[in-house]
């Protein structure tokens, strides 16, 4: 957990100090690709809750959500369609769903400990 917590703080740092500048033209990929992989991260958080968690199926969210949000944006930007608003619904709903699941866990973890 200290090795997580020392990249997020380090990650965090470095992004605020690096000056990287990237066109317009991908804010869309860029978006979706965080969403992604902040859709991996709860869904691996969620399956290592339930045990089920392996490092192919971590590596299959990663890939699988990669790949349906990057389809999507660029499909959308070749018709002029806002298609990639399905990803992020998609994936914000899956993160709260992803969110009651974890929660739920620690609350029925913490009841039976009284």
Do not use: C, H, R, W
Request: proline share 2%; no cysteine; glycine share 8%.
């Amino acid at each position: 957990m200290i090795y997580v917590a020392a990249g997020l703080v380090l990650g965090v740092i470095a992004g605020l100090n690096l000056n990287l500048v990237y066109s317009p033209e991908y804010a869309v990929y860029i978006s979706l690709t965080v969403l992604a992989m902040l859709n991996s991260i709860f869904n691996m958080l969620a399956e290592n809750l339930n045990g089920g968690l392996t490092t192919v199926k971590s590596i299959v969210f990663l890939a699988g959500d990669l790949a349906f949000a990057l389809f999507l944006g660029y499909i959308g930007e070749q018709l002029g369609l806002p298609i990639y608003l399905a990803a992020i619904f998609a994936f914000g709903n899956n993160i709260y769903k992803n969110l009651k699941i974890m929660l739920n866990y620690l609350l029925e973890k913490n009841n039976k400990k009284k």
